[in-house]
């Protein structure tokens, strides 16, 4: 197996001293074992956290041991009575190119059902991302503004469908002119803005008549700054990511922020609330499964995906997700499917 490990902690931007990338010999299988052969990795944000040993929801990876992920994988051995050589999981097993598992925690696919990279994306984590934050917290109710950043990627991609399946009406923010032109043509936004655009706080204005009743929070920063201008009173902020900033070494500059936004939260009447998706996955992920793979199935929901070849891709396609290079869910093609 080939393996991508953290060597060091990165401060700031992970550069490619924060990995060892290397060679490492597989045991034979025991009994109640299986070897997997990676077909796709999941780049997401959080593995930014997951290298760093600041406070998280999460404990960090260690230094020394192989990068955390999801991932698509075939069975290309068993000494397990429940999988065959062939079947398709997803898995954790993280950075690698092959893993030695016991079964747990694999889920079977069906790759008659579904392309099975969409496992990672639009069905899988961070489509339910979008889903449960969306419905559970932001209550988007029909005729109201729903606006999301990041909103070609595949949290933020769904979010916004999921609010115009509900009726609202979906504002999409994304960086550059050709993610601005997809969220209207390709997943149907009713509003596009460019927060690259010189002229983005009178165009988020005009975007938003009515003001915002829901503003589902991906990135922090600039783009947070002019939304929370247009916040309707009892609007709802679920708040799942701050990507912006998560390289960040030192705290942003200039005045403190923080009493304006409490008083606009009172003010406003503001409901702000932050989730890790998976405290969701009892109350919302049959409904999530259910309700999601119908709306691929039948165009209600589309998706895009960013297919990077080889392992050795990673580490620059995930400097890429923290800058806005990606173009869709970001995956890795470790080996053919
Ligand atoms: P994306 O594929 O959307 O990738 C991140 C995107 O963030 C980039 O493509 C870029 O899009 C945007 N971005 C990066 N830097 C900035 C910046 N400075 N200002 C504005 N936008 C920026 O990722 P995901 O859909 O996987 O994740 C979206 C968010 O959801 C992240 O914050 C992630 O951490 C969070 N998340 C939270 C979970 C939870 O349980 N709470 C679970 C899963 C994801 P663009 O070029 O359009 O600006």
């Known amino acids: 197996s080939t393996q991508v490990r953290l060597a060091q902690r990165p401060v700031g931007e992970p550069g490619d001293d924060t990995y060892d990338i290397g060679p490492v010999d597989l045991p034979a299988l025991a009994d109640g074992q299986l070897l ?3 077909v796709y990795l999941s780049l997401d944000p959080y593995m930014r956290g997951r290298m760093s040993d600041a406070p998280s929801y999460a404990a960090p990876v260690a230094v020394g041991d192989v990068m955390e992920g999801g991932t698509v994988v075939v069975v290309e051995e068993s000494r397990h009575p429940e999988w065959s050589a062939g079947d398709v999981a997803l898995s954790y097993s993280g950075w690698q190119t092959h893993a030695i598992s016991d079964g747990t925690g694999l889920r079977r696919l069906d790759p008659s059902r579904a392309p099975i990279s969409t496992a990672l ?14 419905l559970e917290i932001g209550k988007p109710q ?6 999301v950043a990041a909103a070609t990627g595949p949290v ?7 609010a115009q399946a509900r009726g609202a009406r979906s504002v999409g923010i994304a960086g550059g002119e050709a993610k601005r032109a997809a969220l209207t043509e390709e997943f149907g936004f009713d509003v596009a803005l460019d927060h690259r655009s010189p002229d983005f706080a009178a165009e ?4 938003v008549p009515d003001g915002i009743d829901v503003y589902f929070e991906n990135v922090g920063g600039p783009v947070t700054r002019e939304v929370l201008r ?9 708040v799942c990511g701050l ?3 998560y390289n960040a070494t030192s705290a942003p500059e200039g005045p403190d922020r923080l009493p304006g936004f409490m008083g606009l939260v009172l003010r406003k009447s503001l409901t702000v609330r932050g989730f890790i998706q998976n405290e ?6 049959r409904d999530f499964v259910r309700e999601m793979s119908g709306w691929v199935a039948d165009g209600t929901v589309r998706y895009r995906e960013d297919v990077v070849q080889g392992l050795e891709s990673a580490p620059e396609a995930f400097r890429g997700l923290l800058t806005g290079k990606n173009f869709g869910k970001l995956v890795v093609q470790v080996s053919e499917d």
Do not use: D, K
């Not at 933020?156 to 999921?162: E, I, K, L, P």
């Not at 988020?204 to 975007?207: F, R, Y």
């Not at 969701?280 to 992920?285: K, L, P, Q, R």
């Open 36 to 38: 997997l052969r990676v």
């Open 230 to 238: 247009h916040v309707n009173t009892y609007a709802r902020i679920p």
């Open 156 to 162: 933020g991609s769904a979010v916004g469908q999921v």
């Open 121 to 134: 994306g639009v069905l899988g984590m961070p489509g339910f991302t979008a889903y449960a934050g969306l």
């Open 280 to 285: 969701f996955t009892a109350s919302h992920g």
């Open 204 to 207: 988020l204005a005009a975007a």
């Open 243 to 245: 990507v912006s900033s």
């Open 142 to 147: 029909a005729g109201e503004t729903v606006v």
